[in-house]
Protein backbone atom coordinates (compact mmCIF):
# COMPACT_ATOMS: atom_id res chain seq x y z
CA UNK A 1 0.00 0.00 0.00
CA UNK A 2 0.90 3.31 0.00
CA UNK A 3 1.87 5.05 3.60
CA UNK A 4 3.18 8.77 4.01
CA UNK A 5 4.16 9.38 7.42
CA UNK A 6 5.40 12.64 9.58
CA UNK A 7 4.54 13.69 13.13
CA UNK A 8 1.76 14.37 14.12
CA UNK A 9 2.94 18.04 15.99
CA UNK A 10 6.05 19.89 17.01
CA UNK A 11 6.31 22.64 18.33
CA UNK A 12 9.81 25.37 18.44
CA UNK A 13 10.33 28.62 19.30
CA UNK A 14 9.99 32.02 17.71
CA UNK A 15 13.41 32.81 15.93
CA UNK A 16 14.54 29.45 16.04
CA UNK A 17 14.82 26.30 13.54
CA UNK A 18 12.57 23.33 13.07
CA UNK A 19 12.84 20.19 10.53
CA UNK A 20 9.80 18.78 9.94
CA UNK A 21 10.17 14.57 8.20
CA UNK A 22 8.71 12.67 5.94
CA UNK A 23 9.52 9.16 4.83
CA UNK A 24 6.76 7.65 2.14
CA UNK A 25 6.32 4.04 0.62
CA UNK A 26 4.57 4.94 -2.86
CA UNK A 27 3.80 3.06 -6.26
CA UNK A 28 6.17 5.19 -8.37
CA UNK A 29 7.25 8.63 -8.03
CA UNK A 30 7.02 11.66 -9.27
CA UNK A 31 8.03 14.18 -6.98
CA UNK A 32 7.62 14.97 -3.32
CA UNK A 33 5.90 18.18 -2.32
CA UNK A 34 5.40 20.04 0.43
CA UNK A 35 2.47 22.71 1.36
CA UNK A 36 1.26 24.81 4.71
CA UNK A 37 -2.36 24.68 5.76
CA UNK A 38 -3.13 27.06 8.02
CA UNK A 39 -6.53 25.89 10.20
CA UNK A 40 -10.12 26.47 7.85
CA UNK A 41 -7.91 27.59 4.87
CA UNK A 42 -6.74 25.47 2.03
CA UNK A 43 -3.36 24.04 1.30
CA UNK A 44 -1.13 26.70 -0.16
CA UNK A 45 2.13 25.43 -2.17
CA UNK A 46 5.92 25.87 -0.44
CA UNK A 47 8.19 23.30 -2.02
CA UNK A 48 8.69 20.95 -4.79
CA UNK A 49 11.61 18.02 -5.00
CA UNK A 50 12.30 15.37 -7.84
CA UNK A 51 15.86 15.11 -7.68
CA UNK A 52 17.75 14.32 -4.67
CA UNK A 53 19.00 17.10 -2.75
CA UNK A 54 18.47 20.87 -0.95
CA UNK A 55 16.47 23.61 -2.60
CA UNK A 56 15.93 26.45 -0.60
CA UNK A 57 14.00 29.09 -1.00
CA UNK A 58 13.92 32.24 1.16
CA UNK A 59 13.20 30.77 4.90
CA UNK A 60 12.27 27.70 3.67
CA UNK A 61 14.34 24.67 2.44
CA UNK A 62 13.46 21.04 0.93
CA UNK A 63 15.62 18.31 1.17
CA UNK A 64 14.39 14.66 -0.82
CA UNK A 65 16.76 11.80 -1.01
CA UNK A 66 14.72 9.09 -3.37
CA UNK A 67 16.81 6.08 -2.20
CA UNK A 68 15.51 6.30 1.52
CA UNK A 69 12.51 7.09 0.61
CA UNK A 70 13.13 10.55 2.87
CA UNK A 71 12.17 14.65 2.60
CA UNK A 72 12.32 17.00 5.09
CA UNK A 73 11.35 20.50 5.49
CA UNK A 74 13.50 23.11 7.10
CA UNK A 75 12.08 26.22 8.31
CA UNK A 76 14.36 28.80 9.99
CA UNK A 77 14.27 31.82 11.71
CA UNK A 78 10.43 30.98 12.88
CA UNK A 79 7.75 33.31 12.93
CA UNK A 80 4.42 33.22 14.61
CA UNK A 81 2.78 33.51 11.52
CA UNK A 82 4.68 29.94 10.73
CA UNK A 83 2.25 28.39 13.37
CA UNK A 84 0.19 25.85 10.56
CA UNK A 85 0.34 22.40 9.60
CA UNK A 86 2.57 21.00 7.05
CA UNK A 87 1.64 18.48 4.41
CA UNK A 88 3.94 16.05 3.05
CA UNK A 89 2.46 15.07 -0.56
CA UNK A 90 4.17 12.59 -2.91
CA UNK A 91 2.78 12.49 -6.76
CA UNK A 92 2.74 8.88 -7.41
CA UNK A 93 3.64 7.22 -10.77
CA UNK A 94 -0.20 7.93 -11.61
CA UNK A 95 0.48 11.54 -11.11
CA UNK A 96 -1.94 11.61 -8.06
CA UNK A 97 -1.02 13.19 -4.87
CA UNK A 98 -0.74 11.06 -2.11
CA UNK A 99 -0.81 12.55 1.55
CA UNK A 100 0.53 12.36 4.41
CA UNK A 101 -1.85 13.65 7.73
CA UNK A 102 0.33 17.01 8.23
CA UNK A 103 2.54 17.82 10.96
CA UNK A 104 0.58 20.74 13.05
CA UNK A 105 3.37 22.95 14.22
CA UNK A 106 3.46 25.39 17.27
CA UNK A 107 5.35 28.40 17.26
CA UNK A 108 6.12 29.47 21.27
CA UNK A 109 6.74 33.08 21.62
CA UNK B 1 -2.58 35.74 -9.56
CA UNK B 2 -4.66 33.46 -11.35
CA UNK B 3 -6.55 31.67 -8.52
CA UNK B 4 -9.24 28.69 -8.22
CA UNK B 5 -12.82 29.86 -6.90
CA UNK B 6 -15.03 27.77 -4.78
CA UNK B 7 -18.59 28.75 -4.30
CA UNK B 8 -20.14 28.06 -1.76
CA UNK B 9 -17.63 29.04 0.77
CA UNK B 10 -20.10 27.03 3.35
CA UNK B 11 -22.76 24.95 2.56
CA UNK B 12 -25.32 23.32 5.19
CA UNK B 13 -28.14 20.80 4.21
CA UNK B 14 -29.97 18.36 5.54
CA UNK B 15 -28.92 14.81 5.42
CA UNK B 16 -30.44 12.97 2.14
CA UNK B 17 -30.21 16.00 0.15
CA UNK B 18 -28.45 16.62 -2.68
CA UNK B 19 -25.69 19.30 -2.98
CA UNK B 20 -23.34 20.68 -5.64
CA UNK B 21 -20.33 22.21 -4.89
CA UNK B 22 -18.65 24.42 -7.92
CA UNK B 23 -15.45 25.59 -8.75
CA UNK B 24 -13.66 27.52 -11.57
CA UNK B 25 -10.43 26.54 -12.02
CA UNK B 26 -7.40 28.95 -13.55
CA UNK B 27 -8.98 29.24 -17.12
CA UNK B 28 -5.45 27.88 -19.07
CA UNK B 29 -5.36 24.40 -17.10
CA UNK B 30 -6.13 21.11 -17.81
CA UNK B 31 -6.20 19.06 -14.89
CA UNK B 32 -9.14 19.21 -12.41
CA UNK B 33 -9.32 17.29 -8.82
CA UNK B 34 -11.50 17.05 -5.83
CA UNK B 35 -10.34 16.66 -2.57
CA UNK B 36 -11.80 16.31 1.00
CA UNK B 37 -10.43 16.94 4.39
CA UNK B 38 -12.46 16.13 7.46
CA UNK B 39 -12.06 18.08 10.41
CA UNK B 40 -8.73 17.60 11.67
CA UNK B 41 -7.80 14.76 9.63
CA UNK B 42 -5.91 14.69 6.18
CA UNK B 43 -6.61 15.75 3.12
CA UNK B 44 -8.22 12.77 0.56
CA UNK B 45 -7.93 13.05 -2.67
CA UNK B 46 -11.45 12.39 -4.19
CA UNK B 47 -11.47 12.52 -8.50
CA UNK B 48 -9.29 13.92 -11.27
CA UNK B 49 -11.09 15.21 -14.55
CA UNK B 50 -8.78 15.69 -17.86
CA UNK B 51 -10.16 16.26 -21.13
CA UNK B 52 -13.70 15.85 -19.88
CA UNK B 53 -13.62 12.87 -18.65
CA UNK B 54 -12.71 11.50 -14.99
CA UNK B 55 -8.74 9.86 -15.26
CA UNK B 56 -8.59 8.47 -11.89
CA UNK B 57 -11.11 8.28 -8.77
CA UNK B 58 -10.67 6.82 -4.78
CA UNK B 59 -12.65 4.54 -3.12
CA UNK B 60 -14.76 7.47 -1.31
CA UNK B 61 -15.65 8.80 -4.51
CA UNK B 62 -18.42 5.92 -5.22
CA UNK B 63 -21.80 6.30 -6.75
CA UNK B 64 -22.87 9.18 -4.03
CA UNK B 65 -20.59 11.23 -6.03
CA UNK B 66 -20.43 13.37 -9.77
CA UNK B 67 -18.35 15.60 -11.37
CA UNK B 68 -19.39 17.48 -14.76
CA UNK B 69 -17.27 20.32 -16.49
CA UNK B 70 -20.64 21.68 -18.05
CA UNK B 71 -19.46 24.68 -19.47
CA UNK B 72 -15.58 25.67 -20.03
CA UNK B 73 -15.31 27.13 -16.74
CA UNK B 74 -16.90 25.57 -14.07
CA UNK B 75 -16.19 22.18 -12.72
CA UNK B 76 -18.73 20.64 -10.35
CA UNK B 77 -19.26 17.84 -7.81
CA UNK B 78 -22.17 16.60 -7.31
CA UNK B 79 -23.28 14.78 -3.63
CA UNK B 80 -26.15 12.98 -4.28
CA UNK B 81 -28.42 11.90 -0.68
CA UNK B 82 -25.81 13.35 1.55
CA UNK B 83 -24.79 11.99 4.71
CA UNK B 84 -23.37 13.50 8.15
CA UNK B 85 -19.92 11.67 7.36
CA UNK B 86 -20.07 13.60 4.39
CA UNK B 87 -19.28 16.85 6.67
CA UNK B 88 -15.90 18.30 5.41
CA UNK B 89 -14.23 20.66 3.81
CA UNK B 90 -14.19 19.80 -0.14
CA UNK B 91 -11.46 21.61 -2.05
CA UNK B 92 -11.30 22.01 -6.15
CA UNK B 93 -7.05 22.09 -7.59
CA UNK B 94 -5.87 22.72 -11.10
CA UNK B 95 -2.73 22.33 -12.90
CA UNK B 96 -1.84 23.30 -15.91
CA UNK B 97 -0.07 19.95 -16.89
CA UNK B 98 0.43 16.84 -15.96
CA UNK B 99 3.94 17.42 -14.52
CA UNK B 100 3.39 21.17 -13.48
CA UNK B 101 5.00 20.97 -10.11
CA UNK B 102 1.87 23.26 -8.79
CA UNK B 103 -1.61 22.51 -7.98
CA UNK B 104 -3.40 25.06 -7.28
CA UNK B 105 -6.28 25.10 -4.62
CA UNK B 106 -9.45 27.20 -4.34
CA UNK B 107 -10.40 28.01 -0.78
CA UNK B 108 -12.46 25.00 -0.16
CA UNK B 109 -16.20 24.79 0.37
CA UNK B 110 -17.28 23.49 4.20
CA UNK B 111 -20.18 21.57 3.89
CA UNK B 112 -22.36 20.58 6.83
CA UNK B 113 -25.16 17.67 6.71
CA UNK B 114 -27.31 18.14 9.44
Known amino acids: GQNIDQPTEMTATEGAIVQINCTYQ??????LFWYQQHAGEAPTFLSY??LDGLEEKGRFSSFLSRSKGYSYLLLKELQMKDSASYLC??????????WGAGTKLIIKP | EPEVTQTPSHQVTQMGQEVILRCVPI?????FYWYRQILGQKVEFLVS????????KSEIFDDQFSVERPDGSNFTLKIRSTKLEDSAMYFC????????????FGQGTRLTVV
Open chain 2, 93 to 104: ASRGDRLNTEAF
Open chain 2, 27 to 31: SNHLY
Open chain 2, 49 to 56: FYNNEISE
Open chain 1, 26 to 31: TSGFNG
Open chain 1, 49 to 50: NV
Open chain 1, 89 to 98: AVMDSNYQLI
